[in-house]
């Protein structure tokens, strides 16, 4: 059974995988942070790091610093405060590092006025159950989704990156009130690329995803804010 969530601003993220600044800032020059978020992910951020992301925070945009901290908890927590610094809205962890780490995370957050919000990858978008066995993990993607999702609840995040494939069932077992940020989203028409696990934007909003991050059907289309723009009329539609 589909639902329908409510959330405020956009739902779609941009993924900003680009090689440098000024290819960035070409496609962010003719974006709205009305329509969109921004991701900004290792590789922007080892070319472009903090200018970069200043750059996009000073021209409104919610910035999903997608760095997916996986240390010891000492480390991870005092990375989160200095991305947090930043003025990001949203930061990530990766749920495998466990929980001590998560709370670290979490309690170092929690020490700041307006902290972005935490969320923990499960299993990545790239990977299925064949992979996770290669190493070492002897069970079903989505039920190592759902175990690392209530991991990350029980530490007190605010939410997981899942695909789209396991937002029905992560809703039923773990609530509302738990943010589900989906990649591995593609156009029916479109190839998978890299990824294994993956939804078309309708589905994957109809199935209980709150966030859409979406990077090579935007970014790689011939007309990427034509891309952006259908995309968004297409979950308008289906609200
Ligand atoms: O499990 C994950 C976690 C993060 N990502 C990131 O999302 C985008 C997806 O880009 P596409 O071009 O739409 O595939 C990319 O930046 C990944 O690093 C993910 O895909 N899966």
């Known amino acids: 059974m589909y639902r ?57 945009f919610d910035v999903f610093l997608d760095l997916k901290f996986h240390d010891i908890p000492n480390t991870v927590a005092a990375a989160c405060r200095a991305a947090a610094e930043l003025g990001v809205w949203m930061l990530n962890v990766h749920a495998s590092g466990g929980a001590t780490m998560m709370r670290a995370a979490r309690d170092a957050l929690m020490e700041l006025d307006s902290p972005p919000m935490l969320i923990a990858v499960t299993v990545l978008t790239s990977m299925d159950t064949s992979d996770l066995k290669s190493i070492g993990i002897d069970r079903l993607a989505h039920d190592q989704v759902v175990e690392l999702a209530k991991l990350t609840r029980s530490c007190g995040l605010d939410g997981v990156v899942c695909s789209a494939h396991e937002a029905e069932l992560l809703r039923a077992v773990i609530g509302e009130d738990f943010a589900l940020v989906t990649p591995g989203i593609r156009l029916p028409a479109s190839t998978g690329d890299d990824q ?36 968004h009329e297409s979950l308008l539609e289906q609200a």
């Open 4 to 60: 329908q969530r409510i959330v405020a601003g956009p739902r779609i993220i941009v993924a900003l995988d680009f090689s440098d600044a000024a290819e960035a800032l070409k496609l962010v020059a003719l974006l709205d942070p009305r329509l969109c978020r921004l991701k900004v992910g290792f590789e922007l951020f080892v070319r472009a790091g903090r200018p970069l992301v200043d750059t996009l925070v000073a021209r409104g």
């Open 196 to 231: 294994k696990r993956v939804l078309s934007p309708v589905d994957a909003a109809r199935a209980g995803a709150d966030y859409l991050v979406i990077g090579r059907p935007i970014t790689r289309a011939p007309d990427p804010l034509a891309s952006l723009h259908a995309i």
